[in-house]
């Protein structure tokens, strides 16, 4: 593999990784985001309503896309290496 076809795989791979890396900091956040409405939701002394849990919900299926996008951007990694 002569050098410029190596640096530019090399360069490959990192660009891919660095998307898994943004992926995941930016689900790490949602993630935190759920909590702490789950949390505000369990510490409430009034009932809960379908629209306010309705709202978590939304985040969860957000939540779910985003880690699917980090396995799909592992995916990229693996293809790239092969």
Known sequence: MA?????????????????????LRTNDTKGE???RRL????????????EQFGKVVTDIQNFVDMAQKVAAAVQVVMSVMG
């Open 33 to 35: 985001s759920i909590e």
């Open 3 to 23: 050098a410029s076809a190596y640096i530019s795989k090399r360069n490959e791979i990192v660009k891919a990784i660095r998307q898994i890396r943004k992926a």
């Open 39 to 50: 949390d505000s939701l369990i510490s409430r002394k009034t009932m809960i309503t379908p």
